[in-house]
């Protein structure tokens, strides 16, 4: 060995960005899509009355606020009860069918029928038995958003390994033990999960009951915009609807992240 000193070249360390990009890109994507569309419509001189500019649909939004908002209101109204009551119910259904394989069996071909069956054929009956107004929009929202959650927390149950219920078996486990332990955590991923797309399926019940069946909603109003010609007062509406949305839908993945964060992958799954 030499005495020659052994240099050591510095480890570098990596960069840190100081803009978090992940949190600015919706911003960006949605500023950046806005101004397109602005863009198309003023360098085609697109007429409102077939593709209104954005700034014509903020005009429409202040316009006629008083109104939106008391509109926005109910249709978050029956969005959320309806989303509620699928909630509770697909649950309590979701566990049932995937309890017992016959039960699966007998109930499964009826709920995938009934699914198939466009809720919009549904809402005249739903007139006739309840009336127009809120609860027809309230069941509408409630039977196109039950699907999803059942079948989801039905799927987490059908994914216990038979080989850990051989063991849990060998060990005195009943089958009420198995449920309560390790069926129904092992399913809290998959009802969660689905619940984002329950709260979005649960608009489109209200809006598509608000259009038919209903004297207030989101849907009622666009629908009475568009016999006028209002086409930006329909385009605000339907801003509206997006935003409710994903207001929900953040809160629904928040939940979840909360929730269930124990089966979230890792961030290196995701770099």
Not at 153 to 179: F, Q
Not at 193 to 220: D, P
């Amino acid at each position: 060995m030499t005495d020659k000193a052994i240099e050591t070249v510095p480890l570098r360390e990596p960069k840190v960005s100081l803009v978090n990009w992940v949190a600015l890109a919706p911003w960006i994507y949605t500023i950046g899509f806005f101004l397109i569309w602005e863009g198309i419509v003023r360098f085609f001189g697109i007429r409102p009355t077939i593709l209104p500019a954005p700034t014509a649909i903020a005009g429409a939004l202040y316009q006629y606020w008083p109104a939106i908002q008391k509109h926005s209101i109910q249709t978050l109204f029956t969005t959320t009860v309806g989303f509620g009551l699928a909630v509770v119910g697909g649950l309590a259904l979701g566990l049932l069918v995937g309890w017992s394989r016959v039960i699966y069996a007998g109930l499964y071909p009826l709920m995938v029928g009934f699914n198939a069956i466009p809720k919009v054929a549904v809402v005249p009956i739903l007139v006739i038995w309840f009336g127009i107004g809120t609860i027809p929009a309230v069941l509408t929202a409630f039977l196109i958003a039950f699907f999803p959650i059942v079948v989801n927390v039905a799927t987490g149950l059908a994914t216990i390994e038979p080989e850990t219920e051989d063991v849990l078996r060998a060990l005195g486990a009943k089958k009420m033990d198995i449920m309560l332990k390790v069926g129904i955590p092992r399913s809290m991923p998959y009802f969660f999960g689905s619940l984002k797309v329950a709260i979005t399926l649960a608009f489109v019940g209200s809006v598509i009951s608000e259009t038919i069946a209903a004297n207030s909603g989101l849907g009622y109003m666009m629908a009475s915009a568009q016999s006028l010609f209002n086409v930006p007062l329909v385009f605000a509406g339907l801003i509206m609807l997006a935003v409710e949305g994903i207001v929900m839908y953040a809160i629904m993945a928040w939940v979840e992240k909360h929730m269930t964060g124990w089966a979230h992958r890792s961030q290196l799954a995701n770099a």
